[in-house]
């Protein structure tokens, strides 16, 4: 039965890792903000959550807690993606290499007080 | 006060949870904190009700493992997409209907999208349309209408 829990934690802190270099991975090749934030919610959904997964089977951890914490990442992290990636397009941080932009000229709800689009600098 | 009980059982349920521990002073201090939550949130009353609630959660189960496969899939394509040495990517703002009236259901639609990797929602207009980044915009915009059809269906399931 311990071998069993230690075979899995094996596994998950293997494809965890993997997970985590290819969205580091990610955030280093591609090209603009919104691209990026797919790459790194990848280390949030994928390698967060099977290193808890392995926690839970090598380390003290109670299981109990172990899946509030998965419940809190993976109800919290597409939030927290979507604001970054919400705020950069009202901040007018240009798309690269897009194919198609539905919501370009839809008039994007402005908070109040409306934000001015801020100056941003290409890096090119 | 149905409501108020039932947030002060959820909440306990989770202090129980987090710190994993049933010896009676915890037990009670876990009540009381939950008691105090329950009465600082006040609680609107048209929630789930408890006849309805098996149903409810295990549909809950059902959409849960559909959203790992789907989360599974995608990260597998994303993972391909990115160590790929032409960086094979076809970025985009598709808009999805979400077809749903309350806010909540367009809210864990937006959430459903968000969490698989590779498409993710930027805005949500007046009308329930989400605007959805996908890293293969064109691949996305084929099979999005169904996937938001099934994934309406399921939340409905839910919440209805």
């Known amino acids: 039965m311990e071998s069993l829990g230690y075979l899995i934690a094996t596994l998950a802190i293997l494809v965890g890792t993997f997970f985590s270099v290819v969205g580091i991975i990610g955030l280093v090749r591609l090209p603009d903000v919104y691209s990026r934030m797919h790459a790194t919610g990848k280390v949030s959904t994928f390698g967060v959550v099977l290193l808890t997964v392995a926690a839970v089977f090598v380390t003290p951890l109670a299981w109990s807690k172990a899946l509030v914490l998965i419940a809190l990442l993976i109800l919290v992290g597409p939030v927290v993606s979507h604001a970054i990636s919400s705020a950069s397009y009202r901040l007018g941080i240009p798309m690269k290499q897009a194919v198609r932009d539905d919501l370009a000229g839809k008039r994007v709800k402005a908070p109040s007080p409306p934000i001015q689009p801020a100056r941003v600098e290409r890096a090119e | ?160």
């Open chain 2, 1 to 160: 006060m149905l409501a108020y009980l039932r947030l002060t059982l959820i909440c306990w349920l989770i202090y129980l949870a987090i710190t994993a521990n049933l010896e009676v002073a915890n037990l009670v201090v876990g009540l009381l904190i939950g008691l105090a939550i329950a009465l600082i949130l006040k609680p609107m009353s048209q929630a789930l009700s408890l006849r309805r609630l098996p149903g409810a959660l295990f549909n809950l189960a059902k959409y849960a493992i559909w959203l790992s496969i789907d989360i599974i899939r995608n990260g597998i394509r994303v993972a391909r997409i990115v160590l790929d040495p032409k960086l094979p990517i076809r970025p985009g703002i598709i808009a999805i209907q979400a077809g749903m009236k309350s806010e909540l259901g367009v809210a864990l639609s937006a959430h459903a999208i968000t969490v698989t990797p590779g498409e993710q929602v930027v805005e949500i207009g007046d009308d329930g349309v989400m605007y959805t980044h996908c890293l293969d915009a064109i691949a996305s915009a084929e099979g999005a209408e169904e996937a938001q059809r099934k994934r309406r269906a399921m939340l409905e399931s839910i919440f209805e």
